[in-house]
């Protein structure tokens, strides 16, 4: 009778891990769909689409959504000349950073995202500038989420190919 229960709590464990990770795929195979919609546009159209969106979320008016306009515009080509580079560059070979390189990386990163805080602080009033710093928050957490899915489904699949072997 021990063994009878043990077995059947094992499987009902079994079960509900293995549906949590269905859902968690449909959840990543959605947003790269939505990903898939927005990938040829031009950084000018990304940014329209951005500050509507902020528009419409955080109740800007006409003077924030050109300010926010210029900004979005301004980071998504950016956020476009590097993708370029990183596409001509080789993916296939890891460099080894060295520790300066990765201060360098980490240091302009971050300045980064102060310039873009700044900016966001001075164009906000208090309360929206509350609520987009809660979306920013969430959307770090979110993507730290999808980095840690794409990381163990790449673990999975070189301990599947080990296996084969």
Known sequence: ?????????ALSLVSGVMAQDKGERKVMEKK???????????PAQRAELQTKRMALKFDL??????KILKLNTELAE???????????GDRKAKKEWTAEDRFAFVNARLDAQLEVQNSMRDILNEKQ??????DQHRHKRSFKKHRAYKHNKAQSH??????KK
């Not at 009778?1 to 709590?9: E, F, H, P, Q, S």
């Not at 790269?32 to 031009?42: A, G, M, P, Q």
């Open 158 to 163: 070189k301990k599947f190919q080990s296996h």
């Open 61 to 66: 008016d006409d003077a924030q959504q050109k």
């Open 1 to 9: 009778m021990k063994k009878l229960m043990t077995l059947a709590i």
């Open 129 to 134: 500038y509350q609520m987009w710093k809660r």
């Open 78 to 88: 950016k956020r476009k000349s590097r993708m370029e580079a990183y596409k001509k």
């Open 32 to 42: 790269r769909e939505r990903i898939s919609y927005f990938k040829n546009l031009t």
